[in-house]
C-alpha cells in the first residue's frame, strides 16, 4: 500500500469493515477482461459466502478460473469544500483476493445461507429443500485482505 498512514493492519478492524458491510463487489476474469459484481454476502472465519442461480456469467468464469478479487466499502462522510481539490470522502475499505468454490451439501449451504443473512438480520430462517435445490452457494476461502481508510 503506497499510502501506509491510511492501513488498516488490525485484522480485527478489518473483520469489523467486513461485517458491517452489505455489499461486496466480487471481481472475476473474463478471458482478458475483468469482470465485476456487486452481490450481497456474508462474512464468517476467512471466507466469504454468495449465493446465486446455478446458471450464468459469473458462474461459468469462476468454474474457468477459481481466483477471485473482492472488495468492500462503507463511506462514512463527504466532505465538502469550496475548491473541487479540497473535496474528500471519509470511508474504510477491504480489499482481498481468494479462491472461489461451490457448496453442494444442503447441510453446508444452510449453513452458508444463515452465514449470508445473519450479515442483515437477527432472524434465523428456514430454507425449504426446494429452494436449497435451486440455489446456488459460493465459498471463498481468503488467502490475503488489506484495509484502507480516510
Same mark, same amino acid.
Given at each position: 500500500?503506497?499510502?501506509?498512514?491510511?492501513?488498516?493492519?488490525?485484522?480485527?478492524?478489518?473483520?469489523?469493515?467486513?461485517?458491517?458491510?452489505?455489499?461486496?463487489? =466480487?471481481?472475476?476474469?473474463?478471458?482478458?477482461?475483468?469482470?465485476?459484481?456487486?452481490?450481497?454476502?456474508?462474512?464468517?472465519?476467512?471466507? =466469504?459466502?454468495?449465493?446465486?442461480?446455478?446458471?450464468?456469467?459469473?458462474?461459468?468464469?469462476?468454474?474457468?478460473?477459481?481466483?477471485?478479487?473482492?472488495?468492500?466499502?462503507?463511506? @462514512?462522510? =463527504?466532505?465538502?469544500?469550496? =475548491?473541487?481539490?479540497?473535496?474528500? @470522502?471519509?470511508?474504510?475499505?477491504?480489499?482481498?483476493?481468494?479462491?472461489?468454490?461451490?457448496?453442494?451439501?444442503?447441510?453446508?449451504?444452510?449453513?452458508?445461507?444463515?452465514?449470508?443473512?445473519?450479515?442483515?438480520?437477527?432472524?434465523?430462517?428456514?430454507?425449504?429443500?426446494?429452494?436449497?435445490?435451486?440455489?446456488?452457494?459460493?465459498?471463498?476461502?481468503?488467502?490475503?485482505?488489506?484495509?484502507?481508510?480516510?
Amino acid at each position: 500500500m503506497r499510502r501506509k498512514e491510511k492501513e488498516i493492519t488490525k485484522k480485527e478492524e478489518i473483520e469489523k469493515i467486513l461485517k458491517q458491510s452489505h455489499v461486496c463487489r =466480487l471481481a472475476m476474469v473474463d478471458e482478458d477482461k475483468p469482470y465485476l459484481v456487486p452481490m450481497n454476502f456474508g462474512y464468517s472465519d476467512g471466507c =466469504l459466502f454468495f449465493h446465486c442461480a446455478k446458471q450464468g456469467r459469473k458462474i461459468d468464469l469462476i468454474k474457468k478460473n477459481p481466483n477471485i478479487c473482492f472488495e468492500v466499502d462503507e463511506l @462514512i462522510r =463527504l466532505k465538502k469544500a469550496s =475548491l473541487a481539490c479540497d473535496w474528500g @470522502i471519509d470511508f474504510k475499505s477491504v480489499i482481498g483476493s481468494g479462491k472461489a468454490q461451490f457448496l453442494e451439501d444442503s447441510k453446508e449451504k444452510k449453513n452458508a445461507l444463515n452465514i449470508i443473512m445473519s450479515q442483515y438480520s437477527d432472524r434465523s430462517f428456514e430454507y425449504p429443500d426446494e429452494m436449497l435445490e435451486k440455489t446456488l452457494v459460493i465459498k471463498v476461502v481468503i488467502d490475503e485482505m488489506t484495509g484502507k481508510q480516510s
